[in-house]
């Protein structure tokens, strides 16, 4: 059986990059957001892209648990990249046979770039309080899940995948850290809406702090999105 790795992540971190890890891997077969059409047809979310996924993609969140994330894998890791907020509409029984990590970033420095694609994002769209859910319901299943935070993986890239790997029980592979300024076969087909910056990287990038002042009518969302980070953070490995 592989080890199945479910990413929860949320929007504008560097969950790309991490895919782009995981996909060095010679061992490890790597799926991007397969519940995005489950996600968009029940939200009708008004997401870049929207009538190409849709019609492309399976819509039964069901089916893609069973098929993807539960299903058969020609690699002995399996790592599922995966949007929080797209775990809406079932039964997340099935997370006990994945090995769920969840990726966070500050939302004072998500928010400003999430508002490129989702101009008048909620809550929702930030996945956070989701993700805090999801957390909560493992481990009272006696999971203890993996956080890592963006600026934490930014900071010192190697010591975090490294540690992250020791508790995934997985060799870390330096080939993690560095891969080629191109699209991989695995991209969504979102990535032109998405991916543009990270197609031109080769590894991840030095951690920023973006300057510039906070959009004023991002505040109250904000303010909604700090206890939900705050609370994970506290769980995160850090640099």
Known sequence: MPLRIHLCSGPRNVSTALMYAFAQRPDTRVVDEPLYAHYLRNTGAPHPGRDEILSTMEHSGKKVIQETFLGACDR????????GHHLIELDWTFL??????????????MLPSLIHQVPEPELADTALAMQRKVFDDLTRRGQSPCVLDAREVLTNPEKILRN???KLGLRFDPVMLHWEAKPIPEDGIWAPHWYHVIHTTTGFAPYRHKPGPFPDFLRPLLSECIPHYNYLYQHAIKA
């Open 76 to 83: 002995s890791v399996l790592f599922i990249k995966n949007m």
């Open 96 to 109: 006990d046979q994945m090995t769920t990590v969840f990726l966070i970033r500050d939302p004072e420095q």
């Open 164 to 166: 992250l790997c020791q």
